[in-house]
């Protein structure tokens, strides 16, 4: 329907359960950059934007003092502060707060920018508990070295209701791409909905589209997209097939990358996906091999072969060759 929401999509996500406060954050938080940087992204490229909901929720109950209902409502609004204008938000928040203090309140709250100007609004509004745990995070992760990618944001607050602490966002910073490119949070109640103790845990979804977006953007998608495979193994025959799981299974039992093309196949067929995927070696068994004993280990490169007997020694003499 849009750039960044197709009708289907994958989702790779992670979580960690039981960690000490504050260490599954730090350690879900690195998984994601060093995944990014994994493909050569930068801190110019994307921010780490967070919040904590003890944070929201202590400045929800302590100083505007709204029930849950009304926070419910104000933590919509919050979500979306920064896609509507500040006419509409002022309007939404004062279909919720009836109170003009109030919203001047939540107005100074979303114009918090930086993990300085947080600290003196805890101080300032006696929410030091609340925030230090995201004090924390923030300063461990500068420690580091990634302050460049780190920013409060006030208007991170994750829709998902079952959020009670750390909440993020990586954005993309280019402008044609403008969005979040994973989030997620920690949650200490979600066990809870399986009638589970209550356990800690935090985590992220990254969808395969927004990633590939955010890839193509800067020019970051990697041009080879396969695995490095040793062999390419394929059987021309049905009466070859046997040799060929074989062959196969014996080599990667000695660590070998195998990859086997399933059912019979034309020659040229099989060169083209190791061309294609660039394996290293290739090994076509048919019915001329079985009769006289004997098969080709392929170079894809330098188009050298080599002629191997297939008896007991052959999986060694072709480990011999990838060597």
Known sequence: PQRGRLREHWQFNADIFGAPTGQGEIEILLLIINFLESFGAHAHHASLLLND????????????????????????TLDRAKKISSENLQEQLQNVLHDDQKIQATLQYLELSCFKSLAKFLDHNNLQQEGQELLDIAQKLTSLGLSPYLSFDPTIVRGLDYYTGLVFEVFDKHPENK???CGGGAYGNLLQIFNEPALAGIGFGMGDVTLTDFLETHQLLPKEIF?????????LTPRAESLAWKISNDLRKNDANVELML????????FQLAEYKKHRYVIMLGDH????????????????TFPLKIDSSLVQNILQKLR
């Not at 909901?53 to 919509?76: A, E, N, Q, W």
């Not at 059912?263 to 099989?270: A, F, L």
């Open 289 to 304: 091999e079985l009769d006289s004993g004997q098969l080709e280990l392929k170079n894809t490169s330098t188009k050298e």
């Open 227 to 235: 695995p490095d495979i040793d062999i390419l193994c394929a059987y």
């Open 263 to 270: 059912g019979d196949q034309k020659p040229k067929k099989i």
């Open 53 to 76: 909901r003890k944070i929201v929720d202590g400045f929800f109950t302590k100083c505007l003092m709204i029930d849950d209902p009304s926070k419910h409502k104000v933590y919509k």
């Open 179 to 181: 969005r979040a490119i």
